[in-house]
Structure formats: C-alpha cells, structure tokens
C-alpha cells in the first residue's frame, strides 16, 4: 500500500492534467488549474522545512567549529535579518528589505555571475585546443563564428558574417532540434513511465 | 455692378460647391461597396474562445479578370451585446473573406461588422448575427498531439509486454552512466565524497525528476561502499523529495544507519547563492567525483569549471540544449537530452523499464519519416498544406 498510494496520486494527478490539455470544458480544467495551485501552496509549505533545513545544519556546524564556520553565523544572520525585515516592513521600495537586497544581496549574485567570463575563457581553451580532428572542425567553426560576430570579421572578408548566420541557422539548429526532439520524446516517455506507474525511482523505490 | 459681380461670384461659388459635394460622395457611394452576407459562427471542437468571421467580398474587390483591386482590405469592428460599442479588432487584406476572432470569453455574445477600406475612406459597415463561443468536449486542433500520444502509449505497452515476455532488448552503451559506479569506486578509494546535484529547478520540471531517480541510483552505491553522499539543493520540494529517495536508497542498500538527513542540504533559494555554496563545498570538501544531472542554466558552467578546477571526475546530463557545450568543455561525461531521461531505467536495467525506451525510438522513427516527407513536400510543393496544418496550426 505504501507503495501503491503515492503511485496512484501521481497517476490521478497526471492523468487530470493530460485529460484537461485535450478535453477543455470547464470543470476538468478548472479541477487541473485547482491542482497546479495545491502545487504552489505544497510549495510554499516546503519553503518551512527548507528554512527549518538550512538553520539546523549551519547551527551543527557552527556548534562542532566546522571550517569556515564563521561564514555560517552571517549567513544564519542575514536569513533571519532578510525575513524579520521583510515581515515587518515589507518589501516595497525604501524599506530594510529593500536595501539590503539592492545593496548587498544583488551586487553579490552580479558578482558570481560575472565570474562566468573567466570560466568561458578557460573552458574554451581547454576545449578549443586542436587534438583530434573534430576538436580540430570545432576550433575552426568557432574561430569564423566569433570572428563573423564583430566588426573585425566583416572587415577581414565581408562574407565572415553571412557564413556565420548559416552556420547558426543550418548545422547548429540542426543539431540543436536533433537534441530538443530527442529530449522531448525522453521526457514524454518518463512521464508516461511515471504516469503508469513503472517508473518509481523518484520516490525511492525500484 | 459690384452687386451684380459679387453675386455672379456667389452662384459660381455655390455650383461649384454643389458639383465637388455630389462628386466626392457619389465617389465613395460607388467606389466602395461594403461586403456582404456577414456570418458569425462559433470555432467546432475547441476551447470556447474564438468566432469564426465569414462575408461575402465588396464587389470593388475585384473585377472580372481578377486583373485589378480598387480596395485596400477590409476592417473588422467588435462589439458584445453588452456594450454595443464596436472597436476595431483588425484589419485584412483584399480578396480575403474570413477571420477567427480568438482570446473571446464564452459567456459573451459578440456581433461584428466588417467594411471595406481604400484609403481613408471605407463602404458603410455590414453586420453579422450575434454568436457565442461553445466549449466543446474536445480540441481538434490538438488532435495531431493526440493521436502521437496514443500511438506512442500502445508502442510502450507493446514494447513492455514484449519485455516482460523475455524478449532480449538491445540498449547501446551510454558512457557516462557506464562512468557513475567508476566514479564512485574511485571517490571511496580516495576516501572523499561525492556531490550529486540535481539541477536547479522545482520538483514539477521533468529533468529534476530524471534527476532525483538518478540520485537513488548513485545513493544505492555510495550506500554500498559507504562513501559520503552531498546532495546541495535549490528548492525546498525538491529537498523533501531527495531527502526521500537517498533514505530509502539507504534502506534498500541495507545500510539505514548510515543515512543521514543532512545529505540532501537545501543550501540557498536563489540561482548565484546557491552557485557560491556549491562552489564552496566543492573546494572546501573536494569531492572526488561531481554528478550533475537535471536542469541547468547559467551555473553550469560556474559549477563545472569549479569541480574541474578541484580535480573531480565529473559526469553531467541535462536536456537544456544551450548549456551541453559548457558541460562537453568542463565534463569528463555528458549525457545529453534523452540519455538523462533514459538513465533511470539503463541503470536499473529492468525490462519494464527499457521497453519505454524502445518505444521512444519507434517514435523518433515515426518523427524522422514525417520530418522528411515534409521537407519533400514543402520542397516539391506537394501537399503542403497538408504538412502546414499537421504541424503549424494550433
């Protein structure tokens, strides 16, 4: 039974929403709207033991003297700081909440973003370096393409640019719906998986 | 005389006035005659928010020959029985005789008018019945979906029947999940742990999902050689999930006790903090192997080049096409697309569960044949409109 129930729910569920997507009268779709709004209220409950989650584990850390458990006291204080700030003064523009977040959380995560750059260059190094002859095919595709993307590449020979558009438009979209078809038919086929009940790795089972 | 000039002046003027009015109107009665036979009908088999307009086209459209056009379209007005206002909704061209008004609500009864344009001056306006959107019990223009679903579940059940009946089923080679028990071994022999990520979306994104039964897998071995599991999550459904499956995972591997809670850790609620505690844990803890399989947008990157700066074997599968060239560049493994989503059911290998994947290639079978039939067609110019409503028309 254990097994069977949560089984069934998500075969209940997922048939709803598949009934809804070609039936479209309106108690069906409302009953599947009403669904993917229990989802969000789940949701919202999860949030709670997200938070109950993260205090616990950092407070262990903190009370063992993990390394780097300094970091884990500012990050249980700003939690705490964010949310007490946000419960009672809200989150409009000029409030606690809204400094801190403009201020200090969103610099930080432009920061980390930015990171990106470097980690372009050494990963296109790495796999632009020309050992075999498909990395060899890659460098070149890449080399025109990059080139046909700035001013310099239409300077050197004004048909760098159309030859990248083709390359984008033909080989590269190609491969890319080759890939999207692919995934579409795999997710199709794990839902149907789940929605039969033959697949239940995801709760652990199987 | 003055008198006599002015006058004469007067009824020159007033002539000349009446001739320009009679011309100028008698121009626009008869250039522009309005359409006619305006109907309003509701769309068969859908989903209650469209009208479809239909009316005969103004004479002036077109002569006899089709040679020449003296208007510029036509100009459909919108009104409910409510309201009575009527507002332009759109505007088509000449020789065109039929529009699907679409965004309706199928509690409102809607008339049209439609009049004819060239330039700026338009025939009188011809009204249509009052019509009402019908929801009706099925939608056709989804019947292309509908008949590939169906198709789809009787190859999956015939594929599983076969299976359960011993039917040896061929699965190629996946290197990457060939990789993940090598992984694992290896991170147990060097005594660290292993990061399992499972991307970062919510627990309703079919990849998490993919991902999480991935996760059960790896947990069952981690279990086995007791090595140490890190699971960083993203959002909290997902924690409550993976915390789930690496328990039972534990349980099936018949090493309860060495489970704990916190190795599914949620960790942050945004994107680039979450990348900087993964990023963290992966320096500070250096894992000896890092699995990423799920959803992955701009951290992908961010999280692989990281683990590949730490020495980690790392194996990633994701079905977001943009960011499987950052895992090729920084993995040692890639599963790309539908490898992640077979993953669950190549390491498990149940025939149960290989049978769906067989019927997945029937259907990409079935997709390619169509792709080139269109392409054949649209290229020849035969039936093409047949291709262009199969796949096109929603």
């Known amino acids: 039974m ?49 938070i109950v989650n993260i205090t ?100 050197i020979w004004k048909k760098l640019p159309p030859l990248t558009d083709w390359i984008m438009a033909y080989p590269n979209m190609a491969v890319q719906r080759g890939i999207l078809i692919g995934a579409a038919l795999g997710a199709a086929a794990m839902s149907l998986r789940i929605l039969l009940g033959i697949e239940r790795t995801y709760m652990g089972k199987g | 005389m003055n008198l006599l000039f002015n006058s004469k002046i007067v009824g020159f003027f ?6 320009f009015f009679t011309k100028t109107f008698s121009q626009n009665d008869k250039i522009i005659s309005p359409p006619s036979n305006v109907v309003a009908k509701d769309v068969l088999w859908d989903d ?57 609500i199928d509690t409102i009864e809607y008339i049209y008018a439609v009049r004819a344009k060239k330039k700026d001056f338009f025939s009188n306006l011809s009204f249509s019945n009052y019509a009402k959107p019908e929801v009706n019990w099925f939608r056709a223009d989804r019947v292309n979906m509908f008949v590939l679903l169906i198709v789809f579940c009787m190859s999956v059940i015939f594929y599983i029947q076969s299976a359960k009946k011993g039917k040896p089923l061929f699965i190629r080679k996946i290197g990457g999940l060939e990789a993940v028990e090598e992984a694992v071994g290896r991170a147990t022999e060097m005594g660290k742990p292993v990061l399992f990520i499972p991307g970062i979306q919510e627990i309703d994104e079919i990849q998490t999902i993919a991902g999480l039964s991935i996760l059960g897998k790896v947990a069952k071995i981690t279990a086995t050689y007791d090595t140490p599991l890190i699971v960083p999550i993203l959002y909290p459904m997902a924690l409550a999930a993976g915390q789930e499956i690496v328990r039972e995972s534990y349980l099936d591997a018949g090493k309860p006790e060495n489970y704990k809670k916190d190795m599914v850790k949620y960790v942050a609620g945004e994107q680039f903090a979450y990348v900087a505690a993964v990023g963290g844990i992966m320096l500070r803890e250096k894992p000896a192997a890092n699995i990423f399989m799920g959803a992955f947008y701009a951290e992908s990157l961010l999280l692989a080049e990281t683990g590949q700066s730490t020495g980690a074997i790392q194996i990633a599968g994701t079905a977001n096409p943009h960011q499987l060239p950052f895992f090729i560049a920084s993995c040692d493994y890639t599963l790309m697309g539908e490898e992640l989503y077979a993953a669950s059911a190549y390491l498990s290998k149940e025939p149960l569960l290989l049978g769906s994947l067989k019927a997945q290639d029937l259907m990409k079978i079935i997709l390619v044949i169509f792709i080139i039939l269109g392409a054949i067609s649209i290229t020849l110019g035969w039936g093409e409109k047949f291709f262009y409503k199969l796949f096109l028309e929603r």
Do not use: C
Request: glycine share 6%; hydrophobic share 50%.
């Open chain 1, 2 to 50: 254990r097994r069977q129930f949560p089984a069934f729910i998500a075969f209940l569920a997922g048939f709803v929403m598949v009934f809804a997507f070609f039936v479209p009268k309106k108690g069906i779709v409302d009953f599947s709207q009403r669904l993917l709004t229990w989802v969000i209220i789940v949701g919202g409950f999860t949030l709670l033991l997200g």
């Open chain 1, 56 to 155: 616990r584990a950092n407070l262990d850390a903190i009370k063992n003297k993990e390394k780097g458990w300094g970091y884990k006291v500012i990050l249980l204080f700003f939690l705490f700081v964010m949310a007490v700030s946000a419960i009672i003064w809200g989150t409009q523009e000029n409030t606690p909440y809204d400094y801190l977040f403009h201020n200090i959380q969103k610099p930080m995560m432009s920061t980390m973003f930015s990171i990106l750059a470097f980690f372009i260059a050494s990963a296109a190094y790495r796999a632009f370096r020309a050992r075999t002859k498909e990395a060899t095919l890659l460098l070149i595709t890449s080399v025109v393409v990059m080139m046909g993307r700035t001013p310099l590449g239409l300077f």
């Open chain 2, 14 to 19: 007033l002539v000349f006035l009446f001739f």
């Open chain 2, 48 to 104: 209650g928010k469209a009208l479809k307009l239909s009316w005969d086209l103004s004479s002036d459209d077109k002569d006899a020959e089709r040679m020449h056009t003296h208007i510029d379209g036509y100009q459909i007005l919108r009104a409910t029985k409510n309201d009575s206002v009527l507002k332009p909704i759109a505007f088509v061209d000449d020789n065109v005789d039929e529009y699907k008004d679409t965004g309706l």
